[in-house]
């Protein structure tokens, strides 16, 4: 039997390119043919396309004009080394709000705009242009295919699904375009605890040969699946993403579906980032894509240890993205994967900054302490901790059937050890978590 993956690819994929005159193929099969390259050869390639960006952004955008040309910039020319880019300043989300029209290409119309609810709630729009959707298509295909959930494959996506009424038209539509790629969608948005069998029971009927999706919705059926003795259709390969992976998560997902767990990392503003190798579970970075830097808390370039992640995209030239500061952090490390991949790998994605939690005195709880002190408790589904006054801390907590009285009493004790008792403890036992308008779960929220 032929697989649909191969037909996909070879028949049905280049039919439908001719007609909408896309070129994913032609990309996908130039950014695999960068895996036998050298890490030497990837740099170079690297460092020409990220001058040919900063010209095009001098040239064609009043953002960059203005802002280097302050610095004493005079040509693209003067940013003559990476030492040189790396003094580039920084762009912010803030700054893409204000200065958005001036960010876009003066070459490009047509671009294609994208949003995202941010995960402080704070709506974000930024634009790219069409080509570079293309490429980061065939980017992601890329990094999904050494993972065995390539282009064709029979995928299920536990996934935010769109959000509000679709019209039947749209749904249909929608529907075929997943068939035509394989896959099935399974909206991770609408999944709760009552209905997760019927997920299970989906998952059975589809036999997925790949599932790809938000760790916290995976983490949750892994645990319905396993409390439950259930058993469940062994895919070959599973993909997360959208959400930082703990150990204990990925073991039990591991545990139910009997499948190696693997970590991608993406984000709105570039799509896929880095993903793991099979053969070392080492996230590897889309260097010929993008150029990926951490900076310390004085903006100094950082290695081996955890920074602000800084990328560049080197194909939006529609609104060309420079040293953008996403907002998470993760550790970058300086040597080769031992796998046959080139491309450089980075040690871990940190997470997005947890927000620290404050206390009267003037003292620090990193956020980071929640999730390692609440995974201890089995009888506590999901978590959230909101200080909305800097004398108190709410602790909101979805519980299960094992959930014992005597928890809250040592959760107290271990936060009281770091917020040295000056934050009057409120717990409240809540049916549900909502999620942020990015359809992801917030650990800590600090808003004083
Ligand atoms: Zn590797």
New binding site residues.
């Given amino acids: 039997m032929i697989a649909y993956s191969s037909v996909l690819r070879r028949a049905l994929m280049p039919l439908y390119e001719a007609i909408k005159g896309k070129q994913l193929l032609h990309y996908l099969s130039q950014y695999e043919g960068h895996l036998q390259w050298t890490p030497e050869q990837l740099e170079s390639y690297q460092w020409e396309q990220l001058q040919k960006l900063l010209e095009h952004s001098f040239s064609s955008t009043a953002y960059y004009q203005r802002v280097w040309t302050e610095l004493g910039i005079r040509d693209a020319r003067d940013i003559a080394s990476m030492d040189d880019f790396r003094r580039l300043p920084l762009l912010t989300k803030d700054d893409v709000n204000k200065h958005y029209s001036d960010l876009l290409s003066s070459r490009f119309s047509g671009n294609i705009r994208k949003s995202t609810g941010g995960s402080t709630g704070v709506p974000f729009s930024f634009e790219l242009n069409v080509d570079s959707n293309t490429r980061r298509e065939a980017v992601m295909w890329r990094g999904y295919g050494w993972l065995g959930a390539g282009l064709g494959t029979k995928t299920l996506y536990l996934w935010g699904a769109d959000v509000g009424e679709v019209n039947r038209a749209k749904a249909l539509k929608t529907n075929l375009y997943h068939r035509f790629y394989n896959r099935k969608m399974l909206n991770s948005f609408a999944m709760t605890q009552s209905n997760m069998g019927s997920y299970v029971d989906q998952i059975n009927q589809f036999r997925p040969e790949a599932i790809v999706s938000y760790v916290n919705p995976l983490y949750e059926l892994a645990r319905y699946i396993n409390e439950e003795g259930l058993s469940v259709t062994a895919p070959g390969t599973i993909l997360t993403g959208a959400e930082p992976l703990h150990d204990f998560q990925r073991s039990e997902i591991e545990q139910a579906f009997n499948c190696q767990v693997f970590d991608t990392y993406g984000c709105r503003e570039f799509m896929l980032v880095a993903a793991?190798?099979?053969?070392?579970?080492?996230l590897?970075i889309n260097s010929d894509h993008l150029v990926v830097e951490t900076l310390n808390n004085e903006g100094a370039a950082v290695v081996g240890e955890s920074g602000d992640l800084v990328v560049t995209d080197l194909f939006n030239y529609g609104m060309p993205l420079i040293r953008y500061q996403n907002g998470d952090n993760a550790t970058l490390v300086d040597k080769?994967?031992?796998?046959?991949?080139p491309?450089p790998?980075m040690e871990s994605i940190d997470g997005r900054k947890l927000d620290v939690i404050k206390t009267p005195s003037g003292g620090m709880i990193p956020g980071e302490l929640f999730p390692h002190l609440f995974k201890e408790f089995s009888g506590i589904r999901k978590f959230q901790v909101q200080q909305l006054k800097l004398t108190e801390l709410k602790i909101k907590i979805v519980v299960g059937q094992d959930y014992d009285q005597d928890d809250q009493r040592k959760i107290e004790q271990e936060i009281n050890k770091y917020s040295l008792g000056e934050l009057a403890l409120k717990f409240e036992l809540v049916d549900e978590i909502p999620l942020t308008a990015s359809g992801k779960h917030r650990v800590t929220v600090c808003e004083v």
């Fill in positions: 793991e190798c099979r053969e070392f579970g080492k590897h080769p994967c031992c796998c046959e991949n491309l790998i």
